[in-house]
């Protein structure tokens, strides 16, 4: 299917981390278009925009998903959020596992041709240096990437029942709302945001923006399995630090050492060192065209956001 369904209908799409910082922007983004938003929230749901469910128990009356188009499941404890204790990191793994698993379990039980855009993340590639990434690229090694694999695999119910499942594997969201962009903002207007650690790891980005433009794109065009939800320039991560102190009018050359990283991220800090250069393959050779396609353009409007 060439065409998005969207010129012909509008769509019931329900949203699960609808209050998260991708998850909020969706709404409003698919509202726009004429869409019909639903949010998936973990009380009473107080209007017929909202389903209740309970993912920590596994609890999701699959009734209440009849006549979706879609579920964008984003819901998840925050990597970033926390240092990762040992229980923390329990919870980043628990909570994508539970959710998705119940989602998934739902829509197979249900039996309507919904279909599952599952979040999942660029973590799954582990720390590669400067090789070059694909969907066609083995996943790699480290916490991260074992929770993505886990991740994943949680959505065997929906595609054992013959749904269409996208993985979105997210990457670094250029967003002043959230994420590591949150942090390093106010670092960068004091001309602090130079390199993190040797500052030569890949990072793989893409604008809130696109992000959202990408999300709805999986919602409406006939894909499936993993799909990397990155730019298609990834750069080292002193560039991108280097691209943003241009449009704040702050040369960023003091680096942050590793070792000051280690000290304030703890664990997590591997994960921000770690290099991922990553092509959006599947994306691309689907028609997607991104508005952000350079780091210039990118930080320009990541700073007009703030």
């Known amino acids: 299917m060439s065409h998005s369904q969207s010129e012909s209908q509008s769509q019931r799409v329900a949203i699960t981390g609808a209050s998260g910082t991708i998850g909020s922007a969706l709404s409003t983004f698919l509202r726009a278009r004429g869409d ?87 973590g799954a590639y582990g720390d590669r240096g400067d090789e070059m990434l694909t969907e066609d690229s083995e996943t790699g090694k480290g916490f991260l990437a074992d929770v993505v694999r886990a991740w994943e695999a949680a959505t065997m119910p929906a595609q054992a029942a013959g749904l269409r499942v996208v993985h979105a594997r997210t990457g670094l969201v250029l967003t002043p709302d959230g994420g590591a962009m949150k942090r390093v903002l106010p670092l960068a207007r004091l001309g602090l945001a130079g390199p993190l650690g ?95 396609d350079t780091i210039e353009c990118a930080m320009r409007w990541l700073v007009e956001q703030i």
């Open 36 to 122: 019909d938003v639903v949010h998936l929230v973990r009380r009473e749901p107080r209007t017929r925009h909202e389903i209740g469910w309970d993912p920590a128990s596994r609890k999701l009356d699959p009734g209440d998903l009849s006549g979706l188009t879609a579920i964008v499941h984003l819901a998840g404890a925050g990597v970033g959020d926390h240092r990762w204790t040992p229980a923390y990191k329990q919870e980043i793994l628990g909570s994508r596992v539970n959710g998705t698993a119940t989602i998934a379990t739902a829509l197979a039980d249900l039996g309507e041709p919904i279909v599952l855009v599952s979040g999942s993340a660029i």
């Open 198 to 292: 040797s500052g030569r790891q890949y990072w793989s980005w893409i604008t809130l923006h696109d992000e959202l433009r990408a999300l709805t794109h999986l919602v409406d065009q006939d894909l499936a399995g993993p799909v990397n939800l990155v730019g298609t320039q990834p750069l080292r991560q002193a560039e991108v630090m280097k691209a943003l102190g241009a449009q704040l009018g702050r040369s960023a050359v003091l680096p942050t050492p590793a070792l000051a990283l280690k000290i304030a991220l703890g664990e997590f800090a591997d994960d921000v060192l770690a290099s991922a250069r990553i092509l959006p393959s599947v994306l691309t050779a689907s028609g997607f065209v991104f508005e952000h």
